[in-house]
């Protein structure tokens, strides 16, 4: 058995009601708080009220969207200028990286871009993040207890991360209640999201034994779970299984990786920064799958990896007697059933399609695959998904 290291929140509360906690959380943590939402009331005024009965002062920031280099420097200033010391994060994926970069950056010195991937410098942090307590709303990305920020960088049609052991939030707080209220398409889109974390990370070059039990898990839950919360959102039991499965694939994603399916999805983000992150994910899925075994093949020394997607089937079928291509199949039809679009309803040309797949060889995402793609693999998983 090979050595592997294991990193997450400080502290993780999981459960139905734990948000009424986030007050006396961030008593605990400062006196001075910034709580950075979205753009809706989910939560917000109960949230509010909790920071302020425990004697916080609160600032609100609110993200509309993904976060771009000008929403981190306005948020920073804004938590500068109200000496805020500790950070709550309430709301999806973007509203969580926005917190963990604001954390970061207040306590290191120089510009944002010092510290970001492919763009910037990629220094490494010195210091230990401001404390951020992270709560999410949606059931998808698992960032409350990843070591990133993703930030989009709109003028060079790209999305990069600040990457730290020191953005690891203090506590991740996982209430399913939070998301109830998710709409149908988001909790689609969040919730393929959520699956492909855990099946990318149990195929990674960089899994590990404890990776392993946790994302064979998460891609489990994802599969029993996911039609039924984005058919009912009130059913409570099925948010609480795609809440677990979302946390499952961050505690998976930050310590062995991802894979092609995110490689991909990320730049074509970057190109086109109104397409869902989750549904890019989902509709990848199934042509990544295919390339990866016929690459993989018959090769001498592969048979784990082979046999790690021949589980992947079982988990998503939940038939052990389900073959690989039965796997396929069943994301295939899933998909539908989301109704989730193509990449040439969610805005993608044609003819950026050759680029995209040779921008995505160098994703830190293509790393960790399995077997390498080429260029010429990648553009027919993309054709086949347009």
């Not at 058995?1 to 993780?12: L, P, T």
């Not at 906690?21 to 709580?35: C, I, K, S």
């Not at 200033?77 to 994060?89: H, N």
């Not at 210091?127 to 951020?132: K, Q, T």
Request: net charge negative; hydrophobic share 45%.
């Amino acid at each position: 058995m090979k050595s592997f290291e294991f990193a997450s929140a400080g502290r993780i509360i999981f459960g139905s009601g734990s948000a009424q906690t986030l007050g006396e959380l961030g008593r605990d943590l400062g006196e001075r708080a910034l709580l950075v939402c979205g753009s809706g009331r989910v939560a917000i005024d109960q949230v509010l009220n909790g920071l302020r009965a425990q004697g916080l002062e609160v600032t609100l920031f609110r993200v509309n969207a993904e976060p771009t280099l000008q929403t981190i420097e306005q948020a920073l200033e804004v938590a500068l200028a109200a000496r805020c010391d500790v950070i709550i994060g309430l709301g999806g994926g973007s509203v969580l990286d926005t917190a963990k970069a604001i954390g970061a950056l207040m306590a290191n010195t120089g510009d944002i871009l010092d510290y970001l991937e492919v763009v910037g410098k990629g220094l490494p942090l010195t210091n230990p993040s401001r404390p951020v307590i992270c709560a999410p709303t949606t059931a998808g990305t698992g960032t409350e207890v990843t070591r990133n920020a993703v930030i989009s960088v709109p003028g060079q049609k790209v999305k990069v991360s600040m990457r730290s052991p020191y953005m690891l939030p203090k506590v991740a707080v996982v209430d399913p209640l939070l998301t109830v209220s998710c709409p149908p398409g988001v909790t689609a889109a969040s919730g393929m999201d959520a699956l492909v974390q855990n099946l990318e990370a149990y195929v990674s070059a960089a899994h590990n034994a404890l990776t392993d039990a946790i994302a064979l898990k998460g891609v489990r839950l994802a599969a029993e779970h996911l039609v039924q919360a984005y058919a009912n959102g009130n059913d409570l039991a099925a948010r609480e299984g795609m809440s677990l499965a979302s946390l499952y694939g961050g505690l998976s994603l930050a310590n062995a990786g991802l894979g092609a399916v995110h490689g991909l999805a990320g730049v074509l983000g970057g190109y086109y920064p109104e397409a869902h992150h989750g549904a890019l994910c989902g509709i990848l899925l199934p042509g990544v799958m295919r390339a990866n075994l016929e690459a993989l093949g018959e090769e001498e020394g592969r048979e784990d990896f082979r046999e790690r997607y021949l589980a992947v089937s079982h988990a998503l079928t939940g038939d052990p007697t389900s073959t690989v291509e039965q796997g396929i199949a069943w994301v295939e039809d899933t998909l539908r059933l989301l109704s989730l679009p193509s990449l040439s309803a969610m805005g993608a040309r044609k003819e950026d399609l050759v680029e995209i797949a040779e921008k995505s060889t160098k994703s830190s995402s293509m790393k960790k695959n399995p077997v390498a793609l080429p260029p010429a693999a990648l553009l027919k998983i993309l054709e086949n998904a347009y």
